[in-house]
Every structure is written in structure tokens, then in C-alpha cells.
């Protein structure tokens, strides 16, 4: 099993062409600090550090499968807004082909603003108008998906979210449509009427979203999802039924009875868009007739990396890869990116309006001092990459001595940090040239330097300085073990 997962995350998925049908968003996370209460009424003072847009509803499905590799195209309706042309963009920059988008005067695009404040979620404010489609845009989506499925697509997905764009009449068209060309269409759920996703492939509720279909409250027990589950698949003539049930993790419900399986464990940090992650997998394993154990295996994987981050996620196609091969996701082969391979990943993550923080130094002998100066760094935004002097780049700043440890060793510790999303090596004294290739949205210095004195300034978006913590170095930590040998 673990075999054909492996080659299908490292080859087969990236031929899988997958199509969104959905309610397509904008989503908004405006984080601040919180340190007082206001004198005008009893509510948390909110100071604002920063802003990230990210695709949300259906877009986020596709925004998923395109992190995973997947070559993805998507329909959905926005407004002739401000939020739909930022959304389109993200997509754009996403590598989403986003020509089956119809652009409507008379639509509000929805967008879903979070307030964060200390890194927990303190409000949510929605911009929405819905509406169905018109009869003239309802066919201009079946064009859209006629022409992909001649030009041979692998999956359909219907993303409901119950704005307007997925009703009775286009939901059942696309799946017809669909099953005359043997695609699977998998349906993330809306509401308590299923009739419209009769003779999908799959759906793929949570447990609320089945307790609903059902009409009463089910336990999250195998027994009665299993029971419970069997009815309403067939009922609704569904070859799969797939059953999210938070840290329970999923079930599949098929011709023959079920298969359960465990969530992995992970810190949970925000359950945002997790949904959206096991659909973008189970569509992807789908498409490409992966068994029904390994799907769900994957799905646990990606959704366990999608929830230990904060807001919507979309997991990469390397981090699931990497959760497959080990239990946990311990890079123990772990080798420093290029610089090629770093610039990738900057602009991937500024493309997803992710923030990158970016700092350098030789971390000889990694000890509190480092640690505590790379988390307070990471702190300041959603990606942080560290620049490591090589070894002959430390000789010329510290002397023949030095390094204690190689570049890859160091490496290996660096990346072994939850705080540390990659490292990248540079030969220079100062990584001014290495900035001038990623260009991070923020750089940070450690010491008492002054913003004009720190090298590559001018390729970043921001300057942090942040004091080093009193009483540890490299320096200090060799003198002693030296007066400790004498």
C-alpha cells in the first residue's frame, strides 16, 4: 500500500486534471496584537501587524489540488469587484486555469474576513449576496465542462456552499454529463437535501453535514455512521460515501460495508479549509484509481497538516509526501534548497499572499539563544526560510577554527526546528545576492544593528531588528567547554 502511495504522490499525480464547479470566495485574515481593552466599550483593542488573502470556498478546493499538482481548472461566479479581481489574481498566480470564472455586474463576491489577534480567531465579518444562476450562465458552465471532458479530464468536483451557484438543475447536469465520460464527480455538501448530488461518485460530509442529511443527531461511533451512512448512500445511489469525523478521523462507506480510519495525531490549530484539503486529495486519488486504504491514508496525512496551521492551508504535494515515507514528518534525509529551489518556494507562498520572513547567520553550535531568536522571527509571519553561511563563508568571518559543525549538519538541525520552513545555503559574507534572488516580504536581524547597516535591506519588503538573548553564544559555549578541558 504504502508503495503505490509513494509513486502516486511522486508521479501520477501530477498528470491528474481535475475541474471545480463551485461558490468561489475570497478569504481575508487581518492579524494583530492584543494588549488592552478599549475606553469605548468592553471589546479587545485589535492593533493590526499585517493582512493575507487567500482563495476560499471552491477556489481553496482548487487552490488545494493545484498545491498538490494537480493541473486544475475552476468555475464559479464573482462579483465585478475589487474582491473578484484580487480573487482572479490569486488564482492566476496560483497556476489555476480560471476561464470558466463568469464575472457578473449584478454579483457580490463573497469574501470572509477573520480578525486574528495572538493567533486565535476573535471575529469574522462576510461580504454576501446570493443568487442562482441565470439560465444563459448555467449553460455557459455546461460549455465550459463539455469541452473539458472531450479534451479529457480526470475528475469533476462540486464545491457547495449554498451562495447560489450549485443548484438542483446544475448539479444534476454536471454529474450526467460527467458519468457519460466514466469521470468521477466528488460533492462536498450543502444542506439537508442530497437530491441534487443523486449518482455522484462520492460525497464527502463532515459529521454535522450527515446528521443533517439524516434529519437527527448521529454519534460519532463507527456503528451508527456506518448504519446511518449505508442508507443515505443508497438512497442517493452514491458509489462512495465519505464521512470526516475531526480527531476520529475518516470513514468510507462502499458496496460491501466500510473502512475506518484514525486521524494522525497533530496539534490542532485552526480546522479552517481541512475539509477542502480531504476533498483535493480524495478527488486526486480518485482520478488517478488509487485503493480506497491508500486514499484515506493520504487524506489523514494531508488534513493532519492542514489543521496545525492557522487559517486556511493549502498543503503541499511534498509535505504529504514526506508525512507518507515517516509517521511524522521528520526530514531525516533533509538537504538545504538551492537557490533556484528557494525562489520557487518564496514566490509559491507570496503567490498564496502568504508572508515570508527571512534571516541568516552561521548557527554554529545551535543552542537557547538560537532557537529563541527563530521562533520570535517565524512569529512574524507564515513562512520563514533561513539563509546559512557555508562553511568557507564562516572561516572568512570567524577563522580557520570554525565551523565546529559542517553546513549540512547544521543544516539538518536548522530544518529540524518547528519554527524553520527551509534553509538555503549561501557562500558570501553577507546574503545581500541571495535577497536579491528571493526578495522576502520581511528581514530580520539579530544584534544592535541599525536598519541602514544590515546588507540586502533594499530587496525586502520590511526590516525587523531583534535583540539577541543575554548570555548565550557560540563563542561563549567554546570558551567553556576549552577552560572545562584545562
Not at 147 to 165: E, N, P, T
Not at 198 to 204: C, K, L, P, V
Not at 326 to 341: A, G, I, S
Request: hydrophobic share 40%; charged share 25%; proline share 3%.
Amino acid at each position: 500500500m504504502r508503495q503505490d502511495g509513494e509513486k502516486f504522490l511522486s508521479e501520477d499525480i501530477l498528470k491528474v486534471k481535475a475541474a471545480v464547479i463551485g461558490d468561489v470566495m475570497m478569504d481575508q485574515y487581518v492579524t494583530g496584537s492584543v494588549n488592552r481593552i478599549s475606553p469605548e466599550a468592553p471589546v479587545p483593542v485589535n492593533l493590526i501587524k499585517g493582512e493575507r488573502n487567500v482563495p476560499g470556498g471552491a477556489a481553496n478546493t482548487a487552490a488545494n489540488l493545484a498545491s498538490l499538482g494537480c493541473q486544475v481548472f475552476v468555475s464559479g461566479i464573482v462579483g465585478n469587484d475589487q474582491n473578484g479581481k484580487m480573487l482572479l489574481d490569486l488564482l492566476k498566480n496560483a497556476g489555476i486555469d480560471s476561464n470558466g470564472i463568469l464575472v457578473s455586474d449584478d454579483y457580490q463576491t463573497t469574501a470572509k474576513i477573520r480578525i486574528l489577534g495572538a493567533g486565535q480567531q476573535m471575529m469574522r465579518l462576510d461580504y454576501e449576496r446570493t443568487r442562482k444562476l441565470t439560465d444563459d450562465e448555467c449553460e455557459s458552465v455546461m460549455e465550459w465542462l463539455c469541452g473539458l471532458l472531450k479534451a479529457g479530464l480526470d475528475c469533476v468536483v462540486i464545491s457547495d456552499y449554498g451562495k447560489g451557484m450549485i443548484d438542483d438543475i446544475l448539479s444534476q447536469k454536471i454529474i450526467k454529463k460527467a458519468n457519460e465520460y466514466n469521470v468521477p464527480v466528488l460533492v462536498d455538501p450543502k444542506g439537508s437535501d442530497w437530491e441534487k448530488y443523486d449518482g455522484a461518485y462520492g460525497i464527502t460530509p463532515n459529521l454535522k453535514e450527515l446528521s443533517d442529511c439524516a434529519g437527527k443527531s448521529i454519534p460519532n461511533e463507527s456503528a451508527p455512521i456506518e448504519a446511518e451512512g449505508k442508507r443515505i448512500r443508497e438512497k442517493f445511489h452514491l458509489k462512495y460515501l465519505f464521512v470526516t469525523r475531526s480527531e476520529r478521523g475518516i470513514t468510507c462507506i462502499m458496496d460491501g460495508g466500510a473502512i475506518h480510519r484514525a486521524s494522525v495525531a497533530q496539534d490542532v490549530f485552526d480546522v479552517s479549509g481541512a475539509g477542502d484539503t480531504v476533498m483535493a486529495v480524495t478527488a486526486a486519488c480518485a482520478a488517478a484509481g488509487i485503493d480506497m486504504e491508500t486514499t484515506l491514508e493520504l487524506a489523514n496525512r494531508a488534513a493532519g497538516i492542514a489543521v496545525s496551521h492557522v487559517g486556511t492551508y493549502q498543503v503541499e504535494r511534498k509535505e504529504v509526501l514526506d508525512a507518507w515515507r515517516d509517521n511524522e514528518p521528520v526530514r531525516l534525509d533533509y538537504l538545504p534548497l538551492t537557490w533556484k529551489e528557494a525562489e520557487n518556494k518564496v514566490n509559491l507562498w507570496k503567490a498564496r499572499g502568504e508572508t515570508v520572513v527571512f534571516t541568516n547567520g552561521c548557527f554554529d553550535i545551535l543552542h537557547r539563544g538560537h532557537v529563541t531568536y527563530l521562533q520570535k522571527a517565524a512569529s512574524l509571519g507564515d513562512h520563514l526560510i533561513v539563509g546559512l553561511n557555508s562553511d568557507d563563508s564562516v572561516k572568512m568571518l570567524k577563522g580557520e577554527d570554525r565551523p565546529v559543525n559542517r553546513e549540512n549538519d547544521r543544516s539538518f538541525m536548522l530544518a529540524a526546528l518547528r519554527c524553520v520552513d527551509d534553509v538555503v545555503v549561501f557562500g558570501e559574507e553577507t546574503p545581500e545576492k541571495l535577497l536579491s534572488h528571493l526578495k522576502p516580504d520581511i528581514l530580520v536581524k539579530g544584534g544592535d544593528y541599525k536598519a541602514e547597516e544590515v546588507a540586502g535591506r533594499q530587496y525586502a519588503g520590511s526590516m525587523e531588528i531583534l535583540p539577541f538573548v543575554d548570555g548565550y553564544s557560540t563563542t561563549g559555549v567554546i570558551k567553556k567547554i576549552k577552560r572545562e578541558k584545562q
